[in-house]
């Protein structure tokens, strides 16, 4: 079978299956946002690759340093984690300005200064593509897992998905709108992240990165998942680039990814402005939308 088959989640599971090795630092591995190892340390690495990812001549070095490490610390931000330090391998073209590497690295210290995030080592090599592999050590007191629902919570999301897709969708069209750097320079949820878990009960979490349908069908425990279109946040701006892309905002909410908002699980009324409760927990199994079921779509790897 081919990995165009199987798709990303096939592919992990063929990788859970096959590992044996196991560590006593180790207290859960494959399968959230990040691995919890012990002391309370979490681990978390991504790749981007151009064309990919991203394209050379479309993104600014700058913010594509920025955005990526943005990404990278949203999977801190999604366990309620603090980055420590981060780790950073380069994969570049022997003929690439050395003024873009410079602005890459510039845009990556712009966000980290924020979180006091070191940049601890990594690896550079020549290759026939540029590639950005951040691995980022972080330490959580109590780390929120994907796992962990019950029936009676609600479904909340901080921000408003979806403005980054089709911020993306103007960047590559020329189009001019707030929403581009809304896909260029995210903020990950890290100091929302800790607030929700000083004041409530979050029984699961996840950070939106391939879409909120197929993120929050990642998310496991009790029951259905009903959610309820007349429930999610928008704003004027995506009504109007829906129109100038013939885009559904419901569909874009639902199924744009690279926002990395927070999408939880709690039993308790959340009082934060920037958290909208777009659903609940009840008996059954599977996703609904205004009662009905819906097929688990999203950004996935291979497919």
């Known amino acids: 079978m081919r990995l165009e088959e199987r798709g990303e989640r096939g592919l992990v599971e063929i990788i859970k299956k096959l590992w044996k090795v196991k560590s006593e630092w180790v207290e859960e591995g494959i ?120 029936i009676g919570d609600y479904v909340y999301v901080t921000g408003i998905p979806g403005r980054s897709y089709l911020g993306r969708l103007a960047l590559y069209n020329e189009i001019e709108t707030e929403l581009v750097m809304c896909h260029l320079r995210p903020e990950p949820r890290i100091r929302e992240a800790r607030m929700l878990v000083e004041r409530y009960t979050i029984t699961s979490m996840i950070d939106v990165s391939d879409g909120v349908l197929i993120d929050l069908s990642r998310l496991e425990g009790e029951g259905g998942i009903y959610l309820e279109s007349s429930l999610f946040p928008t704003d004027p701006e995506i009504e109007r680039l829906c129109d100038v892309f013939l885009e559904d905002p419901v569909d874009v909410f639902l199924r744009g990814g690279e926002d990395y908002e927070l999408l939880f699980t709690s039993p308790d009324e959340i009082g934060f402005p920037w958290v909208k409760k777009i659903g609940v927990v009840r008996e059954g199994e599977g996703i609904y939308i205004d009662d009905k079921p819906t097929e688990v779509k999203g950004y996935e790897h291979f497919c």
């Open 31 to 150: 399968g959230d946002d990040c691995a919890v190892l012990k002391n309370g340390f979490i681990f978390t690495m991504d790749s981007f690759v151009e064309g990919t990812h991203f394209y050379y001549e479309v993104y600014p070095p700058h913010d594509l340093g920025y955005m990526t490490l943005a990404a990278s610390l949203s999977d801190i931000a999604a366990m309620a984690g603090e980055p420590l330090c981060f780790f950073l391998s380069l994969s570049l073209w022997k003929d690439l300005p050395e003024e873009w590497v410079t602005n890459l690295l510039n845009g990556m210290q712009e966000l980290a200064e924020k979180y006091s995030c070191e940049l601890a080592g990594g690896e550079t090599v020549a290759g026939d593509e540029i590639a950005i592999t951040i691995g980022v050590l972080g330490r959580a007191e109590k780390p929120v897992r994907r796992k962990g629902r019950r």
